[in-house]
């Protein structure tokens, strides 16, 4: 009988061992200080990016619109749509989000060092989901407008190279219904 245990021991071990020994995929994410884009300080203050594989590291600016320069300034990456294992920890977080609301402000407010009672408050007056759709390409358009009107976009962006559909369809198909950008 031991023999058998030590055989279901080590086959239970060996995937768990293996996925340690994976390198971490690294990340920078630039966030605005604001509980709205809450998946990401949930993800990252949870474990869900490492749960992933991703070494995340959130740099915090004045908004989430503002990173927009960042992004296109190739000063952080353009993961949104580009990693998998991001719109999987993407999709978790938003769901923890909903399931675990009094944890995730905790956990948002330590973060961000932000009172954690207006912390919830805030949250609850947003509703976070994850999708990809003609809304979320008209949100960039008006970001794209209000950086070239304040002089801090210099070329013109090629949104088909920014909404890329395939992770978060198979993450989550429901949730991708954009048209392609032009």
């Given at each position: 009988m031991?023999?058998?245990?030590?055989?279901?021991?080590?086959?239970?071990?060996?995937?768990?061992?293996?996925?340690?020994?994976?390198?971490?995929t690294?990340?920078?994410?630039?966030?605005?200080?604001?509980?709205?884009?809450?998946?990401?300080?949930v993800?990252k203050e949870?474990?869900?990016?490492?749960r992933n594989?991703?070494?995340?590291?959130?740099?915090?600016?004045?908004?989430g619109?503002?990173?927009?320069?960042?992004?296109?300034?190739?000063?952080?990456?353009?993961?949104?749509?580009?990693?998998l294992?991001?719109?999987?920890?993407?999709v978790?977080?938003?769901?923890?989000?909903?399931?675990h609301?009094?944890e995730?402000a905790?956990?948002?407010?330590?973060l961000?060092?932000?009172?954690?009672?207006l912390?919830?408050t805030?949250?609850a007056?947003?509703?976070?989901g994850?999708r990809?759709?003609?809304?979320?390409l008209?949100?960039?358009?008006?970001?794209?407008?209000?950086?070239?009107?304040g002089?801090?976009?210099?070329?013109?962006?090629?949104?088909?190279?920014?909404?890329?559909?395939?992770?978060?369809?198979?993450?989550?198909?429901a949730?991708?219904?954009?048209?392609?950008p032009?």
């Amino acid at each position: 009988m031991a023999p058998k245990f030590r055989v279901f021991a080590f086959v239970l071990a060996a995937p768990i061992s293996s996925a340690w020994a994976q390198p971490k995929t690294k990340m920078i994410i630039g966030t605005g200080v604001d509980p709205s884009l809450a998946q990401f300080y949930v993800a990252k203050e949870a474990g869900i990016f490492e749960r992933n594989g991703l070494d995340v590291q959130l740099n915090q600016g004045p908004s989430g619109s503002s990173m927009i320069a960042f992004l296109i300034g190739d000063q952080i990456q353009a993961a949104l749509g580009a990693e998998l294992a991001f719109m999987r920890s993407m999709v978790e977080a938003t769901e923890y989000l909903k399931t675990h609301r009094h944890e995730a402000a905790g956990q948002i407010a330590h973060l961000l060092k932000l009172d954690p009672g207006l912390t919830e408050t805030l949250m609850a007056k947003v509703d976070y989901g994850m999708r990809l759709d003609n809304d979320s390409l008209a949100h960039m358009r008006e970001i794209e407008a209000q950086l070239k009107q304040g002089g801090k976009l210099t070329k013109p962006v090629d949104w088909s190279n920014f909404f890329l559909t395939d992770p978060l369809r198979v993450a989550a198909p429901a949730a991708v219904t954009l048209d392609a950008p032009k």
